[in-house]
């Protein structure tokens, strides 16, 4: 795959403050390189934003991915190459044809419109009795692994199955396993009428441990002499997969990899999770860089993405949707 190359000496710190002072965001974190030469940033929109519990919406996905990969490593979760319909006997039909890992990938080839008919949240689940229910009742609108479709249904699925698998629901998974070892003590997680932790959604977390899960990120899942979530998970889990949405990347299991809006990721390899609201947190592993948002941005849920952008990656957004590769 063509690659859109980042500018070297790019980093506009003082850019970066002021995009963050100009607009709704709540919390900034960054991180680059490391030992006497690393450089931080640590701004806060106010005395209350760096304790605040901050919803970072979809980001969920992402903090859910990285427990289906703990899971995994411990033997508490099915192969990816297993059938739905093992895994919730009540996924019948069509809905046979979908593997687990369809769902990391959000390629179930379900009717679902959430980015569409829907605008862009999935309110007909959220108002219906059973959540769950509700996603299986859903048809088909394509052969499962053929397009990337944004689905919040797939990740509430995944969250269920890690909590029929290891009789705990994702938000106790992660307290025993991921926020536990981090260090992670206030958090929220809400859940669905029947329980279960909500997979695409609901997790609230203050800005410096969304900031402390990207330097968990940057060292392939490894927390001082403790690996947290295995290597091979973190690669597996931030590889470009399917390509469908221009404007935000390529998507992996439940992580996106930045493509500075074009079709191609940039060299070095960016990957982010994203949750509405403008909520974001960057990876850089070549440059040994993280960097993360939590903002207030509802009506300009990109605005964090374009400061990355312009200010960190050194491509003004969109800009490679001009100039694609072959």
Partial sequence: MATTAIRTGTLDIEGLLRAAGECKIDTCRLSVGSGCSRTTLVYDRNAKSAERLHKVNSVTKSVLSLLVGIALGRGQFPPLDTPLDRCLPDAQGDLRDIRVRHLLAMTAGMDWPEWGAWGGRPNPMCESDDWTAFILGRGMEARPGVRMRYNSG?????????????????????????????????????????????????????????FRLGELMLARGRW??????????????????????????????????????????????????MG???????????????????????????????????????????????????
Avoid at 229 to 234: C, E, H
């Fill in 154 to 210: 797939c990740s509430h699925l995944l969250s269920l199955i890690l909590q029929r698998h290891t009789g705990l629901s994702a938000a106790d998974y992660a307290a025993r396993h991921l926020f536990g070892p981090l260090g992670i003590q206030q958090w929220q997680w809400h859940t669905d009428p029947q329980g279960v932790s909500i997979g695409g959604f609901g997790l609230a977390l203050r800005g410096e441990d969304l």
């Fill in 276 to 326: 509405y609201g403008g909520q974001f947190l960057f990876v850089i592993p070549e440059r040994e860089t993280v960097v993360s948002f939590t903002s207030d941005l509802y009506r300009e849920p990109l605005r964090p993405l374009k400061i990355f952008s312009a200010h960190i990656a050194g491509i003004p957004y969109g800009s490679q949707s001009r100039t694609r590769q072959q």
């Fill in 224 to 273: 001082r002499d403790r690996q947290v979530v295995p290597a091979s998970w973190i690669d597996a889990a931030t590889a470009p997969r399917h390509h469908t949405y221009d404007w935000l990347g390529s998507y992996g299991y439940h992580w996106w990899t930045f493509t500075g809006g074009g079709r191609t990721p940039t060299t070095p390899r960016i990957y982010y999770a």
